[in-house]
Protein backbone atom coordinates (compact mmCIF):
# COMPACT_ATOMS: atom_id res chain seq x y z
CA UNK A 1 0.00 0.00 0.00
CA UNK A 2 0.87 3.77 -0.10
CA UNK A 3 -0.50 6.68 1.65
CA UNK A 4 -0.66 10.05 0.05
CA UNK A 5 -0.52 13.00 1.90
CA UNK A 6 -1.07 16.39 -0.20
CA UNK A 7 -0.69 19.77 1.67
CA UNK A 8 0.04 23.54 0.16
CA UNK A 9 -3.59 24.23 -1.00
CA UNK A 10 -5.35 27.52 -0.38
CA UNK A 11 -7.00 30.81 -1.47
CA UNK A 12 -5.22 32.98 -4.06
CA UNK A 13 -5.52 35.99 -5.89
CA UNK A 14 -5.42 35.27 -10.18
CA UNK A 15 -2.37 36.17 -11.00
CA UNK A 16 -1.02 34.53 -7.88
CA UNK A 17 1.22 31.04 -6.98
CA UNK A 18 1.18 28.08 -5.02
CA UNK A 19 3.33 25.61 -4.26
CA UNK A 20 1.41 21.79 -4.15
CA UNK A 21 3.08 18.94 -2.23
CA UNK A 22 2.47 15.01 -1.99
CA UNK A 23 3.92 12.80 0.53
CA UNK A 24 4.23 9.23 -0.19
CA UNK A 25 4.59 6.62 2.32
CA UNK A 26 4.68 2.86 2.47
CA UNK A 27 5.63 1.07 -0.88
CA UNK A 28 7.18 3.94 -2.63
CA UNK A 29 9.70 1.40 -4.07
CA UNK A 30 6.84 0.05 -6.62
CA UNK A 31 5.37 3.49 -7.82
CA UNK A 32 6.55 4.08 -11.38
CA UNK A 33 4.45 7.01 -12.05
CA UNK A 34 2.90 10.04 -9.68
CA UNK A 35 0.66 12.64 -10.59
CA UNK A 36 -1.50 15.62 -10.19
CA UNK A 37 -5.13 15.77 -10.76
CA UNK A 38 -7.93 17.90 -10.20
CA UNK A 39 -11.45 18.28 -10.00
CA UNK A 40 -13.30 21.43 -9.99
CA UNK A 41 -17.16 22.11 -8.60
CA UNK A 42 -19.96 20.29 -11.45
CA UNK A 43 -16.95 18.57 -13.12
CA UNK A 44 -15.15 15.55 -13.47
CA UNK A 45 -11.50 14.71 -12.41
CA UNK A 46 -9.20 15.85 -15.23
CA UNK A 47 -5.32 15.19 -15.14
CA UNK A 48 -3.13 18.02 -14.66
CA UNK A 49 0.23 16.71 -14.78
CA UNK A 50 2.02 13.81 -14.22
CA UNK A 51 5.97 12.24 -13.80
CA UNK A 52 6.95 8.84 -14.24
CA UNK A 53 9.67 7.27 -12.46
CA UNK A 54 11.98 8.04 -15.27
CA UNK A 55 11.42 11.29 -15.27
CA UNK A 56 8.87 11.66 -18.30
CA UNK A 57 6.77 14.87 -18.18
CA UNK A 58 3.31 15.46 -19.39
CA UNK A 59 0.88 17.97 -18.45
CA UNK A 60 -2.90 19.38 -19.34
CA UNK A 61 -2.93 21.50 -22.58
CA UNK A 62 -4.87 23.79 -20.13
CA UNK A 63 -2.05 24.15 -17.48
CA UNK A 64 0.94 24.21 -19.95
CA UNK A 65 3.50 26.88 -19.26
CA UNK A 66 1.88 27.90 -16.44
CA UNK A 67 2.01 24.71 -13.92
CA UNK A 68 5.71 22.62 -13.07
CA UNK A 69 5.96 19.23 -11.76
CA UNK A 70 8.89 17.83 -9.96
CA UNK A 71 10.29 15.34 -7.45
CA UNK A 72 12.15 14.66 -4.93
CA UNK A 73 13.23 11.13 -4.84
CA UNK A 74 15.11 11.21 -1.99
CA UNK A 75 11.70 12.29 0.41
CA UNK A 76 9.13 10.57 -1.78
CA UNK A 77 7.61 13.88 -2.61
CA UNK A 78 6.04 15.22 -5.48
CA UNK A 79 5.35 18.82 -5.79
CA UNK A 80 3.19 21.26 -8.06
CA UNK A 81 4.46 25.03 -8.80
CA UNK A 82 1.54 26.65 -10.23
CA UNK A 83 2.36 30.25 -11.49
CA UNK A 84 -0.49 32.98 -13.38
CA UNK A 85 -2.91 30.82 -11.63
CA UNK A 86 -6.49 31.55 -12.88
CA UNK A 87 -10.68 31.67 -11.54
CA UNK A 88 -10.82 27.99 -13.88
CA UNK A 89 -8.07 26.52 -11.46
CA UNK A 90 -10.49 26.67 -8.63
CA UNK A 91 -10.31 23.09 -7.80
CA UNK A 92 -9.69 20.42 -5.41
CA UNK A 93 -6.28 18.98 -6.54
CA UNK A 94 -5.71 15.11 -5.99
CA UNK A 95 -2.01 13.53 -5.93
CA UNK A 96 -2.09 9.93 -7.61
CA UNK A 97 0.45 7.19 -7.35
CA UNK A 98 0.50 4.18 -9.46
CA UNK A 99 2.40 0.71 -9.87
CA UNK A 100 1.83 -1.76 -12.51
CA UNK A 101 -1.28 -3.15 -10.92
CA UNK A 102 -2.85 -0.45 -8.61
CA UNK A 103 -3.66 3.28 -8.00
CA UNK A 104 -3.26 5.32 -4.93
CA UNK A 105 -5.19 8.59 -4.04
CA UNK A 106 -4.38 11.08 -1.63
CA UNK A 107 -7.49 13.08 0.08
CA UNK A 108 -6.85 16.20 -1.38
CA UNK A 109 -5.73 19.81 -1.08
CA UNK A 110 -8.24 22.63 -2.17
CA UNK A 111 -6.89 25.51 -4.77
CA UNK A 112 -9.45 28.58 -4.20
CA UNK A 113 -8.40 31.36 -7.19
CA UNK A 114 -10.40 34.45 -6.39
CA UNK A 115 -10.48 38.04 -5.39
Known amino acids: QVQLVESGGGLVQPGGSLRLSCAAS????????MGWYRQAPGKQRELAAV???????NYADSVKGRFTISRDTAKNTVYLQMNSLKPEDTAVYYC?????????WGKGTLVTVSL
Open 51 to 57: ITVGGIL
Open 26 to 33: GSTSSINA
Open 96 to 104: KAADLWREF
